[in-house]
Nanobody
Framework: QVQLVESGGGSVQPGGSLRLTCAAT???????????MGWFRQAPGQEREGVAS????????NYVDSVKGRFTVSQGNAKFTMTLQMNSLKPEDTAMYYC??????????????????????WGQGTHVTVSS
């Protein structure tokens, strides 16, 4: 049973920073030694959008344009862990943030997709509020 657990959400003023962490347990290691892991967010009344992703085999990253230069996704020390460092936060970053994962092909080293429908495993989400 794969479980993804997010932590680190909260409230911050515009221009502030937050760091989100995701840990995956029960991942089917026999299926693949690597995964795409991604951060997604959903604001009230809006569709879920991909924010950032990382290929755990190669470290290749991918970002939605609105967060480039402000957010950084990275792998944690433990396998299938991931962080999202969010700097220069804006009110429009307010949303529920979700961690997700999907298996990689055996030779895949390219950047991972930001399309939510491609991801199989999802966490419960952590809320981020940016407000003065």
């Amino acid at each position: 049973q794969v479980q993804l657990v997010e932590s680190g959400g909260g409230s911050v003023q515009p221009g502030g920073s937050l760091r989100l962490t995701c840990a995956a347990t029960g991942y089917p290691y026999y299926y693949s030694s690597a995964a795409c892991m991604g951060w997604f967010r959903q604001a009230p009344g809006q569709e879920r959008e991909g924010v950032a992703s990382i290929n755990t085999r190669s470290g290749s990253t991918n970002y939605v344009d609105s967060v480039k230069g402000r957010f950084t996704v990275s792998q944690g020390n433990a396998k299938f862990t991931m962080t999202l460092q969010m700097n220069s936060l804006k009110p429009e970053d307010t949303a529920m943030y979700y961690c997700a994962a999907k298996s990689l092909g055996v030779a895949s080293v390219g950047a991972c997709s930001l399309a939510p429908h491609e991801y199989n495993y999802w966490g419960q989400g952590t809320h981020v509020t940016v407000s003065s």
